[in-house]
């Protein structure tokens, strides 16, 4: 008689007994390792989109590039169930974040930055009568983002983003001629030019090649701006800042 090992889906223990079964019959398990976070769970599923697997590929193809409907074809799941899979994750992002702050129970050395870049880039929500900016600096030498806000083009989010860099002590700070930068200054040391902004400005371009939602000319944007600032914010957590997702 062949008998199948059952793995928890979360921690990955086999300290699984049977606990009983669903209403539509299908078995139940329970997982007894005292660290796991999920201790009930299922092996099959009536519908695919409740699959541990199908909900991993739903946050992979989100974060390479695909839209919901192309997820939803691939998939063959409802774009409803790609949305609710997206918006689950909005405790990992918000409407602002710090490499200084990826996860609370992960410690973090703030490393002092001498030279740092600072740029906004646009994009739009529903239509391009509403517009949706992110501001971010990145460190000058290594290219790494720093912190990032997302919000309107007003000296207000600037100032939500100084308030992030600010453990960061930047001494040198280059960004181009946008008035805001120079009400509300985010370094000692302030240089102006677009000579000085190259680096940013190829990080901008690398965004809006890899995120969907950020291209130019695209009929892919977000109707919402919870969809919009989690996508963004997943992305640059997990391919900035490192974060496991």
């Not at 009930?40 to 989100?62: A, N, S």
């Not at 990032?148 to 002590?169: C, H, N, Q, S």
Request: hydrophobic letters at 35%.
């Amino acid at each position: 008689m062949a008998m199948i090992t059952v793995h928890c889906p979360e921690c990955g223990s086999q300290n699984v007994v049977k606990n009983g079964k669903q209403s539509n019959g299908k078995p139940r398990f329970r997982c007894d390792n005292p660290d796991c976070k999920r201790r009930y769970f299922q092996t099959t599923y009536t519908h695919k989109g409740r699959q541990p697997e199908v909900k991993r590929q739903i946050l992979e193809m989100t974060l390479n590039g695909a839209g919901i409907r192309d997820t939803s074809r691939v998939l063959g799941v409802g774009r409803n169930t790609i949305t609710r899979e997206i918006k689950k994750h909005r405790n990992l992002t918000g409407e602002s974040s710090t490499s200084a702050e990826l996860a609370s129970d992960t410690p973090v050395d703030v490393v002092r930055v001498d030279q740092a870049e600072a740029d906004e880039m646009w994009s739009y929500v529903g239509s391009k009568a509403n517009p949706r900016w992110i501001w971010h600096a990145i460190e000058r030498q290594s290219g790494r983002v720093l912190a990032y806000v997302f919000g309107t083009r007003k000296d207000a989010v600037l100032k939500e983003l100084r308030k992030l860099l600010e453990p960061f002590g930047i001494a040198n700070l280059f960004t181009d001629d946008w008035g805001a930068y120079h009400r509300v200054p985010l370094a000692p040391n302030h240089f102006v030019g677009k000579r000085n902004t190259q680096r940013i400005e190829r990080k901008h371009l690398t965004w809006r090649t890899r995120i969907k939602r950020l291209a130019r000319k695209t009929i892919c944007f977000s109707k919402c701006e919870v969809m919009h600032d989690t996508v963004i914010g997943l992305f640059i957590n997990r391919y900035e800042f490192g974060l496991e997702i």
